[in-house]
């Protein structure tokens, strides 16, 4: 179980699994391969799996990472922000892309095909579009200058006056991201509820 250390390893594995489980169902539920709907399936799976980094991101940011980066010393700051939070926002901001051109792409294949639920997917989907917009026009740019200033700040250039400016700028478009996800995701999941 090697493959367990290794989180990318681990997600490959997860991808197999779930090919294997799908042959393993289609087989047990009798359905065609050529009978489903797999580019509506896939599409819908990637805007899950998508949502699911991004959403879950945007919670452990707000719930947890910003009490306890606040909680951290000036040092021990320089340490943690330029390690951790390169790479936990780069999944937030990729999955936030991912997520709308999929769920933008599902939408317009749904509608095609005179899905129900429309104008509550809409909805969602709108809210997603502004979610997606604050990520890469103001939490990303704006974390980016306080991450360089932290690194710098560990290499002893003194933080520039505007960093926690900087830093809560990010705070509140991520909090307004916060408090859109809550609608958003009701009226993602009333699509096929609410006609």
Same mark, same amino acid.
């Given at each position: !179980? ?5 989180p990318y ?8 699994l ?9 087989? !047990?539920?009798g ?6 709907d ?13 949502g ?8 452990f940011?707000?719930?947890?990472n910003a009490?306890?980066l606040k909680?951290?010393? &000036?040092?021990t700051k ?15 901001r990729?999955g ?18 005179? &899905? ?7 909805i969602? &989907?709108?809210? &997603?579009?502004? !979610? ?8 990303w ?55």
């Open positions: !179980m090697k493959f367990l250390e290794d390893q681990t997600l490959g594995a997860g991808f197999a779930a090919v294997g489980l799908i042959v393993v169902y289609l087989g !047990m539920a359905v065609g391969a050529g009978e489903a797999w580019f509506g399936l896939i599409v819908r799976w990637v805007h899950f799996l998508a699911i980094t991004w959403i879950g991101l945007l919670y940011f707000n719930l947890i009490g306890f909680s951290l010393d &000036g040092p320089n340490i943690v922000i330029p390690k951790l939070m390169p790479a936990a926002l780069n999944w937030f990729h936030a892309t991912v997520t709308v051109l999929a769920g933008i792409v599902l939408y317009g294949y749904l509608y095609s095909k005179g &899905g129900t639920g429309a104008l509550a997917l809409g969602g &989907g709108l809210l &997603g579009i502004i !979610m997606m917009g604050n990520v890469h026009g103001i939490i740019p704006n974390q980016k200058k306080v991450i360089a200033a932290v690194a710098a700040a560990a290499q002893g250039t003194p933080a520039p006056p505007e960093m926690a400016q900087w830093g809560k700028t990010a705070l509140i478009a991520s909090r307004i991201n916060f408090l859109l996800s809550i609608p958003m995701l009701f009226f993602m999941g009333a699509g096929s509820h609410l006609k």
